[in-house]
């Protein structure tokens, strides 16, 4: 039952910190879908002090655009904690062509 989760993607706990609860309120990010990025994100980038990006384009209804969602968090074995989270229309800036 549930959403059913691609094999490909990671099975880790996902923490959202205070932090990135209060911006995705006030960003209007959904909850499943920062979990749905982190789980089966379509790029994943190094960042500064140890951190991980993960990203993923989508249609985002409210803007009615395509969109890419940023994931910043720390990631170990079996855990990501997301440090905060994004959207942005910027998809040449962010977006890592072969990436």
């Known amino acids: 039952m549930g959403l059913d989760a691609d094999d490909e ?8 910190t205070e932090h990135a609860k209060f911006e995705s309120g006030r960003r209007n990010i959904p909850e499943e879908l920062i979990k749905s990025v982190v789980e089966v ?6 960042s ?12 985002d ?7 890419i969602l940023r994931v910043v968090g720390i990631e170990s074995v079996d855990e990501f904690r997301v440090i905060t989270v ?3 229309s910027k998809i040449d800036k962010y977006w890592k062509e072969g990436g």
């Open 9 to 16: 993607g990671m099975r880790v706990d996902v923490i959202i």
């Open 86 to 88: 994004y959207k942005t």
């Open 41 to 46: 994100p379509q790029q994943k980038l190094s």
């Open 48 to 59: 500064k002090k140890g951190r991980v990006i993960v990203q993923k384009k989508y249609y």
């Open 61 to 67: 209804e409210t803007e009615g655009k395509e969109m």
